[in-house]
């Protein structure tokens, strides 16, 4: 449009077979579908020196969404429930944009959308509404320092919307710094609070995680 803001917009089509656990497991169906999607996106996106900015709407419809269900649809020896396919839509809008605020560099998304089964009218099990991420970093002595927010609004286990998963906030930090031409040292903390949380219930997820490592990138 400018020399600053750009339109963009594309359609696309995916898919994806079923697993064979998902098939032939103990809470399998053999005759699952493969699921297909048609994705469609406008966006509006503005850059300038070291500012960013985008806004994308999508909408997302999926035929045969590969997903768990409680056991009263399943056949009766699944009494913990089983894979079926359901017809979905994703539609939403993503926000993103980064800042240089002196020697510190901001960043940050919220994904805000609605997860919807069309054949029933109710939200997706485990996807959630609102999801974000912040970030900063910056360099000190060779050093790049950073950290990093992610929040997720609550979501439901069933897709009869009846378990509520809560929200959650996690903080991360990493750092790293170049200690020869084609090396890198790496550190990273996940979670740094030690929260709580869960993805799925009665499914454990990481509590807090350090990693350090060493890459290797040939100039």
Same mark, same amino acid.
């Given at each position: ?33 493969? %699921?297909?999607?048609?994705?469609? %996106? ?11 900015? +985008? ?5 997302? /419809? ?6 768990? *269900?409680?056991? +009263?649809?399943? +056949? ?12 979905? %839509?994703? &539609? ?22 609605r997860? /919807?089964?069309?054949?029933?009218? &109710? ?24 950290? %990093? ?9 069933? #897709?009869?919307?009846?378990? *509520? ?5 996690l *903080? ?16 990273? #903390?996940?979670?740094?609070?030690? &929260?709580?949380?869960?993805?799925? /219930? ?12 060493? &890459?290797?990138?040939p100039?």
């Amino acid at each position: 449009i400018t020399q600053q803001w750009r339109a963009t917009a594309s359609v696309g089509t995916a898919f994806r077979a079923p697993t064979l656990y998902q098939r032939f497991s103990q809470y399998g169906v053999a005759s699952l579908r493969p %699921e297909s999607a048609r994705n469609a %996106e406008l966006g509006l996106r503005y850059a300038q020196g070291d500012s960013s900015f +985008s806004a994308v709407a999508y909408r997302n /419809r999926v035929t045969n969404l590969i997903s768990f *269900v409680d056991a +009263s649809a399943c +056949s009766p020896l699944q009494t913990q429930g089983c894979y079926a396919n359901t017809r979905a %839509e994703y &539609k939403g809008v993503t926000l993103a944009a980064s800042h240089r605020l002196g020697p510190v560099q901001l960043r940050g998304s919220l994904d805000l959308q609605r997860p /919807r089964d069309l054949d029933t009218g &109710k939200q997706l099990a485990r996807r959630a509404k609102h999801h974000g991420t912040f970030g900063a970093d910056t360099v000190v002595a060779g050093w790049t320092l950073g950290a %990093e927010v992610q929040a997720s609004g609550r979501r439901y286990d069933t #897709v009869a919307n009846t378990n *509520v998963l809560g929200g959650y906030t996690l *903080v991360n930090l990493y750092a790293s710094t170049r200690i020869a031409r084609d090396y890198t040292l790496l550190a990273r #903390v996940d979670n740094l609070a030690d &929260k709580d949380y869960q993805l799925a /219930r009665t499914y454990a997820t990481p509590g807090r995680t350090l990693f350090v490592g060493l &890459k290797w990138a040939p100039q």
